[in-house]
């Protein structure tokens, strides 16, 4: 997760075009197949439009042509990304496709340019747009909280703690995208970062679809105990409120800690979230820790047994050092990681 993971977000948007023939609609290219495909009338002109429904870094595009016919139908599109939506041809081009065979699914970098739109279009009188897939690439950068886990103090329905590090915001459809708990008190969800980080910063993606106001007052805490599951560590911030579908960034200045929790305190409280970004700096290893105290104890044993000028030195992969110098009474020299 260091450099990113990339994910097709093609999906999580609404699909539109020009014109529509033979019941050929918009949406059949994103539904996973390429025997269903896209198709325009006969027209100037005609466009494919994808509604991202908020801005991305587009790493890539990707179009899959039809198989059966026509494929010279697709030379000359262009794919563009941008955000202006009533105009949606004074947006940047990505690229411009030469030709793709029939069939084949070719791929066009964008290199990480910004857009809540992504269209692809024909310049030209009398033309017939046809796509049989379209793929919408985005990488995301190293969220601490992806593939670790996750759990919730109870679940509301098929929405589940993991939906909320899915990457997918929900927009479209929360319940098989974001978390939610039941109706109670106190509500929380946490997820084990595994090790203790440094965190700098929590991002919290809110509903689009309806009650943003439910988020109001949510605490995060960071930290290493799980007394009263986590809830009783340390506050990095309280949320005063999300706008529907918005994400905000909550800077944590670096506290360390292994369990980040958001806590909803009160009566008959929901806690929705549709994602949860944590970013922050490895600092070191629950089992090191055991190591270290284990060293701790060892220090001590022999200095009891009048070891009183001594060096313990512990060595590891990836230049893991703890040094423990005794000058008179024993004491911790240096330790980093």
């Given amino acids: 997760m260091k450099e990113g993971t990339e994910v097709n977000i093609a999906t999580w948007g609404i699909a539109n075009q020009s014109t529509l023939a033979y019941h050929w609609y918009a949406s059949n290219a994103l539904d996973g197949t390429n025997f269903t495909c896209t198709h325009t009338t006969v027209q100037s002109d005609p466009w494919w439009k994808l509604d991202l429904l908020k801005t991305y870094s587009v790493n ?24 202006n939506s009533s105009d949606l041809f004074s947006n940047p081009v990505c690229a411009v496709v030469s030709s793709i065979p029939a069939g084949p699914t070719y791929s066009y970098s964008c290199h990480g340019m910004e857009g809540r739109y992504v269209t692809v279009n024909i310049p030209g009188a009398s033309k017939i747009l046809t796509l049989c897939e379209v ?26 703690a993991e939906q909320a590090t899915d990457f997918n915001p929900g927009f479209i459809q929360p319940s098989s995208s974001c978390s939610s708990t039941d109706i109670q008190t106190n509500p929380w969800w946490r997820v084990d970062l595994r090790y203790i ?26 930290g290493n105990s799980l007394e009263n599951n986590g809830n009783n560590n340390s506050i ?15 800077t944590c200045n670096n506290m360390e800690g292994r369990y980040v929790n958001l ?22 290893k629950q089992a090191d820790l055991v190591l270290f105290r284990k060293l701790i104890t060892l220090q001590s044993a022999l200095v009891e047994r009048g070891f009183s000028d001594m060096m313990l030195l512990w060595s590891q992969l990836h230049k893991k050092e703890l040094m423990l110098k005794e000058s008179g009474p024993l004491r911790t020299k240096r330790w980093y990681q």
Avoid: H
Wanted: hydrophobic fraction near 35%.
């Fill in 263 to 284: 806590f909803l305190p009160g009566d008959s409280k929901y806690l929705t979230l549709c994602e949860v970004e944590v970013y922050g700096e490895g600092v070191i």
């Fill in 236 to 250: 990095c911030a309280v949320i005063s409120s999300i706008p529907a579908g918005v994400s905000s960034t909550y």
């Fill in 60 to 83: 890539r595009v990707t179009i899959t042509n039809r198989r059966d016919c026509c494929s010279d139908r697709i030379n000359g599109s262009e794919i563009r990304v941008g955000n």
């Fill in 135 to 160: 793929g919408v690439y985005v990488i995301f950068p190293g969220n601490l909280a992806t593939g670790k886990n996750v759990t919730q103090s109870s679940t509301y329905e098929l929405w589940s």
């Fill in 197 to 222: 980080y440094r965190v700098s910063s929590v991002v919290i993606t809110n509903r689009l679809d309806c009650c943003p106001e439910r988020i109001n007052g949510m605490e995060i805490r960071i």
